[in-house]
């Protein structure tokens, strides 16, 4: 997942801001290796959930992987995004700096 170090940098960047990334997995593996995998690409600001009853791929529709979910303050979806993207520069994060400052998508 070549974005995972990308959506790291943007959890750090934007933290004091509210900004929470969270890498989902959907493994059937041990939690060990999937930690161990993120510790390879070194990402050490976003938090893990394992979605061990498969849940999310029933409540959000995706094409594939990587799928990237924008949720504002109230849980809601503002934007889905399939495929990798460059989170921490550019128009990608200008648009979730605006999320952030105003709760709604610019």
């Known amino acids: 997942m070549a974005e995972l170090p990308a959506l790291d940098s ?3 960047k934007l933290r004091d801001k509210g900004l929470h990334v969270v ?3 959907l493994d059937r593996k041990p939690l060990a290796d999937v930690a ?3 510790e390879e690409r070194r990402v ?3 938090k893990l959930y394992v979605d061990t009853d498969r849940q999310i791929p029933l409540k959000w529709q995706y094409a594939g992987v990587p799928a990237s979910f924008l949720i504002g303050r109230d849980g809601v979806v ?3 995004f399939d495929g990798p993207r ?3 520069k550019g ?3 200008t648009k979730i700096e605006a ?3 105003t709760g709604v998508t610019p």
């Open 44 to 46: 050490e600001q976003m």
């Open 23 to 25: 890498a989902v997995s």
């Open 86 to 88: 460059e989170w921490d």
């Open 78 to 80: 503002i934007e889905q």
């Open 91 to 93: 128009e990608m994060l």
């Open 10 to 12: 943007l959890q750090a």
């Open 99 to 101: 999320v952030l400052g």
């Open 36 to 38: 161990a995998f993120l």
